[in-house]
């Protein structure tokens, strides 16, 4: 997962294939369908799924076999009117949705998916199962809580009522073992991220996501389509926060956790 803003619209093929997140061979477009279920298991797409988990040799193209999981999780980032002390605000939102797919060999894989007017349709595979692991985690951790991602440092957590809790060592680093209070959370996103949302200078400069400015938002009836900066760093055309590459993060991870 990776990071560039190249504008509003539905992310191709062709760009994740230009970032690295897929291999040259996978440049088509995927699938729409009614539901993001149908859009992760329709046949083009675990065909480009073979194609993923074949990458670097891993194992054959014909043997990868990979699968998807039936259910789907809701995706929630760090919203900017949470940050910016919007009345009312949450403090995240959905901004895709996410599938596990594994292969015969164990590889696992996050499809993400959005919604367009043609249907739900994959804009991104990425290496892991991060979206729906830590969706399970904070469904045990914090029942009935709000899963979300804050993008910047790639930390997860679960919100419910005034607590926020983490769910890695990242969110551990930043609010404590314990969690702390919605309020406190705010504060200290506020600080962090505050001079950094749309319309700021720091946005302004194009200095949002380290890339260029983002183009319009969406009409007000349109879901926010997954822009390149979406889809690589797990935000929202709309957050114009400093992204961090997810690629290279879910890189450093692995090497945490080996």
Known sequence: ?????????????????????????????????????????????????????????????????????????????????????????????????????????GQKASLW???????????????GDDEIRYAEQGGRVLPGGIVFREPQIDAWYVQKGAK??????????????NGTSLAAYRSRVAEAYGDKLPGSAYAKKGAAGGYAPQADAPAPHEEPAVTVASTAAGAGAALALALIGTAAIRRRRAARES
């Open 113 to 127: 998916t959005v919604k367009q007017p043609g249907g739900w349709q994959v804009v991104n595979i990425a290496t």
């Open 164 to 177: 926020v809790l983490p769910l890695d060592e990242d969110a551990v680093r930043a609010v404590g073992k």
């Open 1 to 105: 997962m990776n990071g560039r803003a190249i504008g509003a619209g539905l992310l191709t093929t062709a760009a994740l294939v230009a970032l690295g997140a897929l291999p040259a061979a996978a440049a088509e477009t995927l699938p729409s369908a009614p539901t993001p279920e149908q859009a992760a298991s329709a046949p083009q797409t675990l065909d480009t799924l073979s194609r993923f988990f074949a990458r670097d040799g891993a194992l054959a193209r014909s043997a990868a076999a990979p699968r998807v999981e039936e259910r789907s999780v809701p995706v929630r980032i760090l919203s900017p009117d949470f940050v910016a002390g919007k009345a009312g605000a949450p403090v995240a939102r959905v901004e895709f949705r996410a599938s596990r797919a594994v292969a015969s060999d």
